[in-house]
């Protein structure tokens, strides 16, 4: 079973930057994807970047520009770099790691608030 360790959020001032981590109990180099979602309160989860094992990131249109995902394998970390961060921005913010066999992992979730 895959463990997913995320860290990083917190409380942030609209236009800050925040970066989240997010750590594999095993190596990602297998994995076929690796994202980050985030569910604001009263609100669906929702897809904030993919990646895969080759070729660039994919971004949910809003985020584009302002948030960098991006990995280390030789940590088994995924890395969300989130700037000039929005009110809007707030939420849950969870890593997703697809595996070959079609398991999906989940991690525990990291609160980011955005607020002055």
């Known amino acids: 079973q895959v463990q997913l360790v995320e860290s990083g959020g917190g409380l942030v001032q609209p236009g800050g930057s925040l970066r989240l981590s997010c750590t594999a109990s095993e190596s990602i180099f297998w994995f076929n994807s690796m994202a980050w979602y985030r569910q604001a309160p009263g609100k669906e989860r929702e897809l904030v970047a993919r990646i895969f094992k080759i070729g660039s990131p994919l971004y949910a249109e809003s985020m584009k520009g302002r948030f960098t995902m991006s990995r280390d394998n030789a940590k088994n970390t995924v890395y969300l770099q989130m700037n000039n961060l929005k009110s809007e921005d707030t939420a849950v913010y969870y890593c997703?790691?697809?595996?070959?066999?079609?398991?999906?992992?989940w991690g525990q979730g990291t609160q980011v608030t955005v607020s002055s």
């Open positions: 997703n790691f697809a595996a070959h066999d079609g398991n999906d992992y």
